[in-house]
T-cell receptor, first 114, second 114 residues
Framework: DAGVIQSPRHEVTEMGQEVTLRCKPI?????LFWYRQTMMRGLELLIY????????DSGMPEDRFSAKMPNASFSTLKIQPSEPRDSAVYFC????????????FGPGTRLTVT | AQSVTQLGSHVSVSEGALVLLRCNYS??????LFWYVQYPNQGLQLLLK??????LVKGINGFEAEFKKSETSFHLTKPSAHMSDAAEYFC????????????FGTGTLLAVQP
């Protein structure tokens, strides 16, 4: 399997622009997680989905952030409008149903907002 | 609520020396426990996991961890450090039956000196 795929790997944008991060989970995995990692705040869970349904979005920082999972093989995390403080590495992870909860991480998207 | 504490944000060892990274969790029921490793500019990779089977768990790259219920600990060890072990290590815990999200510790950055 190719593992969790994220695109783009790097994104540089100007403040106020819309940013869309993409994730393809491992085939057959039914849970998908979006994380943000910064030096100051470490690894934070933003939102997760089970069977394409958002279960817990309490980690989403504010209304500028939104996430969707239209089908089992694709998810997006959108930031509109972006701000410099959104600069971070964003990870997507997926896990198997009924398994021991281990998550498989993608390589991440490094977002820089200038 | 579940929580996990990693003692020591930075640990430095000499090549060939014992590696000991500490992790304590809070849980009223036996959780599932994980160690992940993150190499520079990469996503998190599962090192090993405890899911209520053997208390001594062996993982990849010569690492192992022991689940000690009485101490609520899950420390990670490796008898002899290698330069390639330099990375950040995260302990994580889940609540089986509550949700399939993982609670991550703040991470320990391991440096290996020649």
């Amino acid at each position: 399997d190719a593992g969790v795929i994220q695109s783009p790997r790097h994104e540089v944008t100007e403040m106020g622009q819309e940013v869309t991060l993409r994730c393809k989970p491992i085939s057959g995995h039914n849970s998908l997680f979006w994380y943000r990692q910064t030096m100051m705040r470490g690894l934070e869970l933003l939102i997760y989905f089970n069977n394409n349904v958002p279960i817990d979005d309490s980690g989403m920082p504010e209304d500028r952030f939104s996430a969707k999972m239209p089908n089992a093989s694709f998810s997006t995390l959108k930031i509109q409008p972006s701000e410099p403080r959104d600069s971070a590495v964003y990870f997507c992870a997926s896990s198997l149903p009924g398994a021991s909860y281990e998550q498989y991480f993608g390589p991440g998207t490094r977002l820089t907002v200038t | 609520a579940q929580s996990v504490t990693q003692l020591g944000s930075h640990v430095s060892v000499s090549e060939g020396a014992l590696v000991l990274l500490r992790c304590n969790y809070s849980s009223s029921v036996p959780p599932y426990l994980f160690w992940y490793v993150q190499y520079p500019n990469q996503g998190l990779q599962l090192l090993l996991k405890y899911t209520s089977a053997a208390t001594l768990v062996k993982g990849i790259n010569g690492f192992e961890a022991e689940f000690k219920k009485s101490e609520t600990s899950f420390h990670l060890t490796k008898p002899s450090a290698h330069m390639s072990d330099a990375a950040e290590y995260f302990c994580a815990v889940s609540d089986p039956g509550v949700s399939n999200k993982l609670i991550f510790g703040t991470g320990t950055l391991l440096a290996v000196q020649p």
